[in-house]
């Protein structure tokens, strides 16, 4: 028997039971309830822009329209996702070490804007800076910079990877007011030579990954609870002298259980949110910190996978955000070994198979989470299920050809039509007998819904299907205002991208075909 999750929302509380939904026929948007303000979707540059961002003209820009674009072509048809940030890598120079980095591949290397010499160069990171600017052209005018480890000049190990090393951060004890200002230094440097400012900075990331950061594969540090705090106490009293006001955002966690609990880990890495954000931690408080917003980041990482972790652990999540008064972003993730249902991250997909399953992680983080963003690891990937586009290199790396996914479209499905500054608003659930469905919005193995409403007054609804045979459903809203809306469709269909495929009035029925992802936009 295929264990469902239904769950009810009482008073701010999650409380869990296991039953199986009943099928809505009816969702009525309630125009005087809103939720959470969105503010972004996103990807990243890792991995990849360093290299593809030096490729011919031709591909560069192709990969910036489908990421970045929100025009529409001759049909109607969205030309791009429209992601709203990009996330910059700032690089900690595991490229000048070549082989002696102990990071195998060239992909997963990062040059660094600070030279051994204490100098900065900022021709270097080419590629990536040349992707700003790309993203920049086609209306991103908000940037994110993050780190997986401080510049090799600054590290105990001398390395960007934690090799040989335990659960610390990898950062000499004479560097931590250096390492503050090469991060003032960056954020200047680039807005000073690529006109482009950095809003938001993420000096750590997944600091608490139990499995320490040890090479060959990545860059990468952990840290604990109090040397993120010092760090970020004395990166925002170097921006506050600096005059920058760049937001310092922690603490990218790789598992939302080391936020509210621990989880593969001790107490040193776990309870973040009442670490950083209650006063009674004294060590660790970051709440009276210059540029430090009441908002923590984390990853979605191995908890999607069974239904029930997918339903509790967000809940568990939410429940603490709110008694702490605390926001929240998703910042990354991508598939894993345990996602089982879709064969784990080995391969990359172009099908409907693994954009669904992500939809479904979209909307458990921003209806039961609360995510205010959401954001995908790597924009551009190889042959595993981490990239929105696959790239094929040649063998010398200085070109290559890439291809779009269903994963990049479905994304799209939330990305193009929620701006930033929509409003998400809550959504009730009706039975053919127009008997309310307690959280009928939610069904993670039929129809997920979510509505939004964009700053220009556009309602958008986005709805999954992740069932194997049609659906059929009536919108109506609580205000009973009429509405025109455009429905726009991704499915397993070629080239059904995104794709404009009716208009409909409000108060009549729509219908989804099979594992499809519509998103209703009103005119």
Not at 111 to 130: I, M, P, V
Not at 151 to 177: D, I
Not at 251 to 257: A, G, I, P, V
Not at 276 to 299: A, K
Request: hydrophobic share 35%; glycine share 8%; charged share 20%.
């Amino acid at each position: 028997m295929k264990q469902i999750i239904l769950s009810f929302l009482l008073s701010g509380i999650c409380t869990t039971l296991f039953a199986q939904p009943e099928t809505a026929a009816t969702f009525r948007i309630e125009t005087g309830q809103p939720r959470q303000t969105m503010e972004h979707f996103s990807a990243s540059d890792a991995w990849s822009m360093h290299i593809i961002g030096l490729w011919p003209q031709e591909t560069q820009q192709q990969v910036a329209d489908w990421l970045f674009s929100t025009e529409n072509d001759a049909d109607g048809k969205p030309k791009g996702i429209g992601l709203s940030l990009w996330r910059f890598n700032v690089g900690a120079g595991s490229t000048e070490q070549g082989k002696a980095s102990e990071i195998a591949s060239p992909w997963m290397r990062t040059e660094c804007f600070l030279q051994a010499d204490g100098t900065y160069d900022w021709s270097k990171q080419q590629g990536q800076r040349n992707f700003l600017h790309l993203a920049k052209e086609r209306g991103v005018s908000k940037f994110l910079a993050f780190l997986n480890s401080p510049p090799v000049y600054f590290t105990q190990n001398g390395l960007a990877t934690n090799t040989g090393r335990g659960g610390t951060l990898n950062l000499k004890e004479k560097h931590y007011e250096d390492f503050a200002r090469f991060l003032a230094n960056v954020v200047q440097g680039v807005e000073k030579h690529d006109g482009i400012k950095f809003d938001y900075l993420c000096p750590f990331n997944e600091p608490d990954g139990h499995w320490n950061w040890t090479g060959p594969k990545q860059e990468g540090t952990p840290a604990t609870k109090k040397e993120i705090a010092r760090t970020v106490r004395l990166i925002g009293k170097e921006f506050a002298g600096k005059g920058i006001d760049t937001q310092i955002l922690v603490n990218e966690s790789s598992d939302y259980r080391c936020m509210f609990a621990t989880h593969m880990t001790n107490h040193e890495r776990g309870y973040q949110i009442q670490s950083f954000f209650c006063p009674d931690s004294v060590d660790t408080y970051l709440g009276n910190t210059p540029n430090v917003p009441r908002l923590i980041l984390g990853h979605s990482y191995w908890t999607n996978t069974p239904l029930s972790d997918l339903h509790d652990i967000r809940c568990q999540l939410r429940d603490t955000l709110d008694k702490y008064k605390v926001d929240f972003w998703q910042t990354e993730t991508c598939i894993m070994s345990n996602d089982e249902e879709i064969g784990g991250g080995g391969g990359f997909d172009r099908s409907m198979k693994t954009a669904l399953y992500v939809a479904r992680i979209i909307h458990h983080d921003i209806v039961l989470a609360g995510a205010r963003s959401w954001q995908w690891w790597r924009a551009v990937g190889g042959d595993y299920k981490d990239g929105l586009i696959r790239e094929y290199t040649a063998p010398d790396r200085k070109s290559g050809r890439v291809e779009d996914s269903k994963l990049m479209w479905a994304l799209g499905n939330y990305s193009r039509f929620i701006r930033p500054g929509a409003v998400r608003l809550n959504l009730s659930a009706f039975n053919k007998d127009g008997e309310p469905i307690p959280n009928g919005d939610t069904d993670p193995t039929g129809l997920m819904c979510s509505a939004y409403q964009n700053t220009d007054g556009k309602l958008v609804m986005v709805v999954i299907n992740y069932a194997t045979e049609d659906k059929e459903f009536t919108l109506d809203l609580s205000n009973h205002q009429p509405h025109t809306w455009n429905i726009y469709r991704t499915s397993d269909k070629e080239g059904e991208n995104l794709v404009p495929v009716s208009t409909t009035p409000s108060h009549t029925k729509v219908e989804i075909p099979a594992r499809s992802i519509l998103t209703l936009v009103t005119k």
